[in-house]
């Protein structure tokens, strides 16, 4: 292996060495995009670490260019103490990656196609059987291992996608947006094994557009959005960058003419003290502001009295969403080309 080096944290913890490492990663594909940008990030290992952001932001290219399906036209790669350049081939051998197409055999039984995946992996002949059956049993196919693929649910097909993905026992795995048009309730049952994985000592990096899933699995998140890295820290962190609470306003009416109408009145009010953010909703309104518990009951006072009729209207504490929405100007999931719906309040 190549010597990694070390990422530091908090000076009374050990540091951990890095298990992803991307030093200025540009891909430009032949069609002129430039899908990724600059891209650095260090993931140590043991950490669950997921990667945010909306449609065509640039997830799944610059997983392709860490697990060296695709060549970065710029920068470097390593990962697990390999470059992606000159050790591709140890690279790969050192990683799980579950793509966003399932990549098993639909004609094959659970079985075959993990025991398919231990030869590919070359995992040793006389540890298969054994490797096979704890794996199934780990997401729960155990009971219907030899039934064909395709009488599974799309929940039961990307459980068998993650033990194809973890027959050779990698120490770091990429989930390439795992839970993708599952129900709620597979969706959670993946989370729970991604969990039991990361806790078992696997790092996990893992792209998703589900905020709610980056909130309850990882430890640390990056916000990708047109192909640059625009945010990056904890959950927590993240949250607190949004600077307040969330006042939601729902409009009885929220035709583009009444919301742009109440966004003014909200901004000329002064009650927000010239701080805070405004954004249109489908619904109406969201104010973000240090002031938002305060200052609530008076702005709906203020749309009212300019004859603007409220539906409901609630104050939270910031979700991802609150922040999703406060960095990249549109909701989580949604992408509306050269749309900015949010203003600064005080502008
Ligand atoms: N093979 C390709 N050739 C040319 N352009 C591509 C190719 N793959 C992706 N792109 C473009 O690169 C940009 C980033 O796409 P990418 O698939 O990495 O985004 P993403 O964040 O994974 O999106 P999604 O959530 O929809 O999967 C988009 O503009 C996309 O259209």
Redesign the pocket.
């Given at each position: 292996m190549q010597p990694v080096s070390a990422t530091t944290s908090s000076p009374a913890e050990t540091p951990r060495r890095a298990a992803i490492r991307a030093d200025g990663v540009s891909v430009t594909?032949?069609?002129g995009?430039e899908?990724v940008k600059n891209v650095s990030l260090t993931v140590p290992e043991g950490e669950f670490f997921g990667f945010l952001?909306?449609?065509?932001?640039?997830?799944?290219?610059?997983i392709k260019a860490l697990v060296t399906l695709l060549d970065p036209t710029g920068g470097a790669v390593t990962v697990n103490g390999f470059d992606a350049r000159r050790d591709r081939r140890a690279l790969r051998g050192s990683i799980g990656y579950m793509a966003?197409e399932t990549s098993i055999d639909l004609e094959l039984t659970a079985r075959e196609n993990v025991r398919f995946a231990c030869e590919a992996y070359g995992v040793p002949r006389g540890e298969r059987t054994a490797r096979i059956d704890d794996l199934l049993a780990l997401v729960d196919l155990a009971d219907v291992a030899d039934d064909q693929a395709k009488t599974y649910s799309g929940g039961m097909k990307k459980r068998l996608d993650v033990a194809t993905a973890l027959v050779h026992r990698p120490p770091l795995v990429f989930l390439d947006?795992p839970t993708t048009g599952l129900d709620p309730k597979a969706r959670n049952r993946l989370w729970e094994y991604f969990r039991r994985i990361n806790e078992e000592g696997t790092t996990v990096f893992l792209?998703t557009?589900y905020l709610e899933e980056a909130d309850q699995l990882c430890d640390r998140l990056a916000v990708?959005d047109d192909?640059r890295i625009v945010a990056e820290g904890t959950p927590a962190e993240l949250k607190a960058r949004v600077g307040g609470d969330v006042l939601s306003v729902d409009l009885v009416d929220a035709d583009a003419v009444t919301v742009e109408r109440a966004e003014r009145v909200v901004r000329e009010s002064g009650l927000l003290d010239g701080e805070g953010v405004v954004s249109r909703t489908d619904t109406g309104l969201s104010v973000t502001s240090q002031r938002a518990r305060r200052v609530g009951t008076d702005l709906l006072v203020a749309l009212r009295d300019a004859g603007i009729l409220v539906e409901g209207f609630e104050v939270h504490s910031p979700t991802l969403d609150d922040v999703f929405l406060a960095i990249t100007g549109v909701p989580a999931g949604e992408r509306v080309a050269g749309a900015n719906a949010t203003t600064g309040a005080g502008r």
């Open positions: 594909y032949a069609s995009t899908a952001g909306p449609n065509g932001a640039g997830k799944t290219t610059t966003q947006e792209t557009q990708i192909g």
